[in-house]
């Protein structure tokens, strides 16, 4: 891996002076081929006085990323990553190096990427192998083939709540399509697959077992006027939990027979969504509906809310010539679709924003959230004591204000916010122990002199959190500044923050945390940077304790 590592270094290397060598042959080179990227290092100490280490220390990592563009046709972007955590070889290293060059319609991805064909099948799921995405006139064609996951064994005595092992799972992935970004419908399977064999210790009775999943998806998008959209998808699961399990005779799983094995321990799903985007002049609204089964699931995603029915409505519009900006949604959610379940929960969504800019100087945000949550009988008859009935929501308030002298040698920033979020619990039986108010109140001004790359701020915080018989109240002030040189070569900063609580009115003691920061740039390719940061607690009726976190990082830059 080492080796590996360095010859994309060179390559790197090689790439860049080749361009810079082509731009010295002719001035129109450097408008035909272009060269941006960079290579950077970085690493983290840290330590912890009185408490037990709360990061793993020291970490490092090795980053690159690199673009060779020739004449706007063709592209070729590349990156790696390498790095560690801890200091001895119990502790994971991460290694991830990549290409995907392209050339107008044609994309090849090579080495650790990622590809996302449909929400439901192979949604961005990050990918070690080889794939391919082809779009000439109104064909839509893409393929893949890699490994998810390399085999690897933990020892016990690392971290008992880690599972023993992983096993390497397979993938391969095909989109076969027609019609453009607009107008487009997509045909897409997927398959995935563990391989018990690449864990030599694998015992028929450990967890997890070796799984197999294959998905086939279609999906869909349509303007049926020039303001109106159309847009579906539909995803079918089958997914074995135990390769190990006994072959099922079930008609439906039996469907699958050519794609993957049929067992006792293989599930059917489906999922599908589906809405219309209208677009108006200075309003836009969207409609969906999504359905997603219980137990669906797909190696190619990373997480699905499953067992869950979604109707969402969400409008936005502008008004006052573009002054005052509005967006929200409002969505109604349920689960046990196959009310199958003990009980059924129903939540209704609502969130709403609005942007108000008066003028060039002032200016206000407001937002709200809510969430409610509400528990009905499913196959059972629910106790109203363990009944949950809860409405959570949240709203906030952000005005700021800037002032720009006349000559534009200063510049003065305003802001505020306060933020209310209520856990109001409906059951009269629990309320007293859910319940809960949170109030957080901020403040900060900044002050920048232009002309010397010169600013300081000046900032203050009050919260109040309400739980129960518990009451904890923490406020605090923050102070700063950031200096720099006329051609930015070096840049500091400095802030600290000092806070006090009280617990039950009772003194708690003070938190204190000290930032230090330095970025040097002695030429527009190199860049140092330090930064430390010191964390100290005093606390009455808790553990005092310190912690310092250092961090360095080095970048040469190709732009």
């Not at 510049?411 to 629990?430: E, I």
């Amino acid at each position: 891996m080492k080796n590996l590592l360095l010859v994309w270094i060179i390559l790197i290397l090689f790439f860049y002076n080749y361009t810079l060598i082509l731009g010295q042959n002719s001035a129109n080179d450097q408008e035909t081929i272009q060269f941006k990227g960079g290579i950077g290092i970085g690493t983290q100490l840290y330590k912890a006085f009185g408490i037990e280490n709360r990061s793993i220390s020291p970490m490092w990592n090795i980053h690159g990323n690199a673009s060779i563009i020739v004449k706007g046709k063709f592209s070729l972007p590349f990156s790696f990553t390498v790095g560690r955590q801890g200091a001895n070889g119990t502790y994971p290293s991460f290694r991830q190096i990549g290409v995907s060059p392209t050339y107008e319609w044609a994309k090849v991805h090579i080495g650790w990427r990622n590809m996302r064909m449909s929400d439901y099948t192979l949604a961005g799921r990050t990918f070690y192998g080889l794939g391919i995405e082809l779009n000439p006139g109104i064909l839509r064609f893409s393929a893949m083939k890699g490994r998810l996951n390399k085999g690897l064994e933990f020892s016990n005595n690392v971290n008992p709540t880690v599972s023993s092992h992983i096993f390497k799972r397979s993938i391969y992935a095909i989109k076969l399509g027609l019609g453009t970004a607009k107008n487009h419908i997509d045909l897409i399977y997927m398959k995935a697959k563990d391989d018990p064999a690449s864990i030599s210790s694998f015992r028929s009775d450990s967890l997890p077992e070796p799984a197999e999943n294959a998905v086939l998806g279609l999906n869909g998008n349509m303007f049926i006027a020039s303001n109106i959209k159309l847009y579906a998808e539909l995803a079918t699961s089958i997914f074995t939990r135990d390769l190990d399990a006994n072959p099922s005779e079930s008609d439906f799983i039996a469907l699958t027979e050519n794609t993957i094995t049929p067992r006792m321990s293989s599930r059917g799903s489906y999922a599908l969504k589906s809405g219309i985007e209208i677009i108006g002049k200075g309003w836009r609204s969207i409609f969906q509906y999504e359905r997603v089964m219980p137990e669906y699931s797909s190696m190619g995603a990373y997480y699905f809310r499953e067992d869950s029915e979604i109707i969402s409505f969400g409008p936005s519009f502008t008004v006052l010539k573009n002054k005052l900006r509005f967006s929200g949604s409002i969505g109604l959610q349920r689960n046990n679709l196959l009310n199958t379940k003990a009980f059924t929960t129903k939540n209704i969504i609502a969130r709403g924003n609005a942007t108000f800019r008066a003028n060039e100087v002032f200016g206000i945000n407001l937002n709200f959230n809510s969430f409610n949550i509400k528990q009905e009988n499913g196959n059972f008859e629910l106790n109203d004591t363990t009944r949950i009935a809860q409405i959570n929501s949240s709203y906030s308030l952000a005005p700021y204000w800037v002032w720009v002298d006349d000559d534009g040698s200063m510049v003065r920033t305003l802001t505020a916010s306060a933020n209310y979020q209520n856990l109001n619990d409906r059951n009269r039986f629990t309320r007293a122990f859910v319940d809960m108010s949170t109030w957080f109140f901020n403040s900060f001004y900044n002050q920048t002199y232009t002309s010397t790359n010169f600013s300081w701020n000046i900032g203050s915080n009050y919260n109040i959190v309400q739980l129960s018989e518990l009451s904890t109240h923490r406020y605090g002030l923050t102070i700063g500044a950031i200096k720099s040189d006329q051609e930015n070569k070096w840049n500091l900063s400095f802030s600290l923050s000092y806070n006090l609580s009280r617990i039950n009115g009772m003194s708690d003691g003070s938190f204190i945390s000290n930032n230090i920061g330095i970025r040097y740039t002695p030429h527009n390719q190199h860049t140092f940077s330090l930064n430390s940061n010191i964390i100290r607690n005093n606390s009455t009726q808790f553990d005092d304790y310190t912690e310092v976190i250092m961090n360095t990082s080095y970048q040469y830059s190709f732009n």
